[in-house]
């Protein structure tokens, strides 16, 4: 695919606080581009730079033949003039307006009278279930079905660009996943260009063609879903993806220990940016590759074993979420209830436990930059 899109040297600034910071994107025609990141790390402010309601101090944006912002020569095209679509987290219908009247006003802002009267303000109904809703209030609908509406008058008028600001933040989960589903099934049917913002990795992971997971106003990481999840470029993202677990490993005159003393093996795990070369280093992996053994026996061959303590764990119906310690690094993993869920009810936090994963899970980095880590755990970890 060809780009279609691009953004070049995006700079955005609040008095000395740089929000975005000489930003370059490339968005092919029919990509669905997921921004990801924790507050703060700049994502709306490049969404809503794109959208035109936000004024850059330097870079330009290009939406296909055409410029619509340049700071160097002046160029700054105005929202409504742009050919977007935008789907905000607030829903934002008009409540004075029916759901026909909301999804209409794009046509007639752009005054497409033949688009209105070849039906595609019932087709865009249509398209998200909502068509029997048309003369209903916002006040009288539920939330999944103001983002429903949204979302058919952000997709009605055939924009260049989609722009979704963390659209499904307000739902509950059920309705989050089928909104994310309906989204995803529309993306595939009609093809449309999207730029969708969200701190959730689960939505980043099940919409994006590619994700560009932010840090700081710049791209941590820049690539499919596939490879971000195998291959982390930094701890920052490895942190942000889903990787909780991280342990700290030091080098002697026998390889590599963690800090609790146990032999860890590198040689098949993932190391990036020569983090083996030093004497001290970071691994990352997830709590679904470490396991829980009743004794040393059931170690799978290969595996690094780890001995713990038990530091607690929840009842989550086939499984427990079980968080244990060891050398100062607490770990999460999730257990089978069937295979140990008699174990640990009859065990007290502090008891000794057993765990393993393969070295092939590990992903491997220097030894720095833990406070930003820290942020992208958090973050990653928000119910929001």
Not at 227 to 243: D, K, L
Request: hydrophobic share 40%; proline share 5%; charged share 20%.
């Amino acid at each position: 695919m060809s780009s279609q899109f691009t953004v070049s040297g995006l700079t955005k600034t609040y008095g000395s606080n740089v929000v975005v910071d000489h930003l370059d994107l490339e968005i092919a025609d029919g990509e669905f581009l997921v921004l990801l990141g924790p507050s703060g790390c700049g994502k709306t402010t490049t969404l809503r730079c794109l959208a035109g309601l936000e004024n850059p101090g330097g870079g330009s944006i290009r939406f296909k033949d055409r410029t619509v912002f340049d700071a160097a020569g002046r160029v700054n095209v105005p929202a409504h003039r742009r050919n977007i679509g935008m789907v905000f987290q607030s829903y934002a219908l008009w409540p004075h307006m029916t759901v026909r009247q909301n999804i209409r006003y794009p046509l007639k802002v752009r005054k497409l009278k033949q688009a209105i009267a070849d039906g595609a303000v019932e087709a865009a109904a249509d398209m998200v279930d909502c068509g029997q809703l048309l003369d209903r209030y916002p006040s009288q609908l539920s939330g999944g079905q103001q983002q429903r509406v949204a979302v058919a008058r952000g997709l009605v008028a055939a924009p260049d660009l989609v722009l979704f600001d963390e659209p499904l933040s307000n739902l509950d989960a059920r309705l989050r996943d089928q909104v994310r589903s309906q989204i995803h099934q529309l993306h595939q049917r009609l093809g449309f260009t999207a730029v969708f913002v969200t701190h959730d990795q689960s939505e980043a992971f099940a919409l994006g063609d590619r994700l560009a997971i932010m840090k700081a106003g710049k791209i941590e990481q820049y690539d499919t879903p596939e490879r971000v999840f195998e291959n982390p470029v930094s701890e920052y993202v490895a942190a942000f993806i889903g990787m909780a677990n991280r342990l700290e490993l030091l080098r002697d005159h026998d390889g590599w220990r963690t800090a609790a003393g146990d032999s860890v093996d590198l040689a098949h795990a993932v190391v990036r940016d020569r983090a083996d070369r030093g004497d001290a280093a970071v691994a990352r992996l997830r709590p679904e590759d470490l396991l829980l053994h009743g004794s040393a026996g059931e170690v799978p061959l290969g595996n690094v074993a780890l001995h713990a303590e038990l530091a607690g764990y929840e009842y989550g119906g086939r499984h427990y979420d079980v968080a244990v310690e060891t050398g100062g690094s607490r770990l999460t993993l999730r257990a089978p209830a069937a295979e140990h869920g008699s174990a640990l009810r009859n065990s007290a936090p502090g008891a000794p436990v057993l765990i393993s994963f393969s070295p092939a899970a590990l992903r491997v980095f220097p030894a720095a930059g833990a406070a930003a880590v820290e942020r992208a755990t958090v973050a990653a970890g928000d119910p929001r």
